[in-house]
Nanobody
């Protein structure tokens, strides 16, 4: 089993920066894609950024050139550096990971989510 724990959410002013961290525990040695999603009340959870085990990244258009995702496979961590924050970046940020069933990708995979961390961008 893999568990995810986020940290770093806070209240920040527009234009400011914040760094979110997510630490995986359990069987972490071959976790697949990891990423960050955000959600606001009444809205669907949306992808913010994701990174493959090999380091390929994907970003939502709204955060390109402002956010940067990184990961450390040996530690099972993924980080989201958020710069030039805007009020519309406000939301609960969830860490996500694709984890192979029983540690074996041939058996398929499950999606694991963290509990979420709140980011509020407001003056």
């Amino acid at each position: 089993q893999v568990q995810l724990a986020e940290s770093g959410g806070d209240l920040v002013q527009p234009g400011g920066s914040l760094r979110l961290s997510c630490a995986a525990s359990g069987r972490i040695f071959n976790i697949g894609d990891m990423g960050w999603y955000r959600q606001n009340p009444g809205k669907q959870r949306e992808l913010v950024a994701e990174i493959s085990r090999g380091g390929n990244t994907k970003y939502a258009d709204s955060v390109k050139d402002r956010f940067s995702i990184s990961r450390d496979n040996t530690k099972g961590t993924v980080h989201l550096q958020m710069n030039s924050l805007k009020t519309e970046d406000t939301g609960v940020y969830y860490c996500h990971a694709d984890v192979p069933q029983g540690g074996d990708w041939a058996q398929g995979f499950v999606e694991v989510w963290g509990q979420g961390t709140l980011v509020t961008v407001s003056s």
